[in-house]
C-alpha cells in the first residue's frame, strides 16, 4: 500500500479566486462552451475517490445537482451531515485523512475546496494541481491560496488555451 | 491627443504574489535564463514611459542597476525622493496622471508596482496585462491583485510556456 496522490482540478479567475462574493459562481458561465469540458470527464475518471470540504460540499448540495456518479466521495467536516449520494463525513488532520484514504484502498483523490487544498500543500501531501485560469478578475471573494499558504515549489508540466479565453496549467508538487 | 495605453508586464508566483515576505525576489532566480528574456525588451521597446509605484522604486534603487535606459521614469509618491536618473516624482489619483502623462506626449505606459496596478485597474485605466507565472507557491507576500480590487473583464490574448516552467498570459481589458 502506498499514499494515495491527491489531485487537485479546479478553476479560478486571473485574480485566484474560486468564488466570487457570496460563493458566486457565476463567472464560470463565461467559458462554458459544450460540448468543451476541460479535460473534467477525463480527470474525473482518473480518480478513484473525491474528498471535498464542507463548503464546497454544501455548494454542490445546494446546486441540486450530484456531479461524482458512484465515485466514494468524503466529506471533510466536524458537523453532522446527511448523506444522499453515500457520501462519508469525515475530520482528522490532513495526515490522518490521507491514511484513511489509504486505508480504504484508494490510488488517487480528488482534492476540491480552497481551505482543504491549503491544508494539504501545507502538509505536502498534494501531487498534482490543473489550474483553469477565466479571463477575468473578480476583485473579492473567496481565494484559492489565500496568502495562508507555505511555500511550495511546483514543476510546471503542461498548459493549454482554448477559445473561450480560458488557460489550463497544470504543475506537479515538487517533495 | 489620447490618454495613453497603461500597459503592465510583471511577474507572479501561481498564488498571485509579485515578491515574497520582505518584498524578497529570490524566487525570480529560478527562471533566470540568459539570453531568454521572457519578451521584457521587446516589451520594454514599445512604452515611451514608466510609472511606477513608490515601493517598486524604491525597490529598484536599492538593486543598484537601472533597468529603464534614459525613458521618462515617473514615480507616484507623497514623500520626496532624490532623482538619479531624471526620474520624477508625481501624485494624484490614476486619472490626473494619466492626463499629466498624455500631457507630456505619452502614448504606452509602462505601468509597475502592485498598488498602482490595482488602482489603475479599478479607474478602468489599464489596457493590458501581461502575467508570467513563476511555478512556485510563495504562500506570502505582496500580492498583485490582493482581492481588495473591482471586478475587471478581461479578452485573452495569447499564451505562452518556456523551459523553465514560466508560463506568460496576455490579456486585454474589456472597457
Request: proline share 6%; with cysteine; charged share 20%.
Amino acid at each position: 500500500m502506498a499514499a494515495p496522490q491527491f489531485s487537485v482540478f479546479i478553476a479560478t479567475s486571473l485574480d485566484g479566486f474560486i468564488a466570487g462574493p457570496g460563493d458566486d459562481l457565476d463567472f464560470l458561465k463565461a467559458v462554458e462552451s459544450p460540448p468543451e469540458d476541460y479535460g473534467y470527464a477525463k480527470f474525473a475518471a482518473s480518480v478513484d475517490a473525491l474528498l471535498m470540504g464542507r463548503r464546497t460540499y454544501d455548494k454542490v448540495v445546494a446546486m441540486g445537482e450530484w456531479f461524482y456518479g458512484d465515485k466514494p466521495v468524503y466529506v471533510v467536516t466536524n458537523r453532522p451531515g446527511t448523506s444522499t449520494h453515500g457520501e462519508k463525513f469525515v475530520s482528522g488532520t490532513p495526515k490522518e485523512l490521507a491514511g484513511q484514504l489509504e486505508g480504504a484502498g484508494h490510488r488517487r483523490v480528488y482534492l476540491d475546496g480552497g481551505n482543504l487544498i491549503r491544508q494539504f500543500l501545507a502538509e505536502g501531501l498534494v501531487t498534482d494541481l490543473t489550474v483553469s485560469l477565466i479571463p477575468v478578475l473578480l476583485g473579492s471573494g473567496i481565494p484559492l491560496f489565500g496568502g495562508t499558504g507555505a511555500p511550495c515549489e511546483l514543476s510546471f508540466d503542461s498548459a493549454d488555451s482554448y477559445p473561450t479565453g480560458l488557460v489550463q496549467l497544470r504543475y506537479r508538487v515538487k517533495h
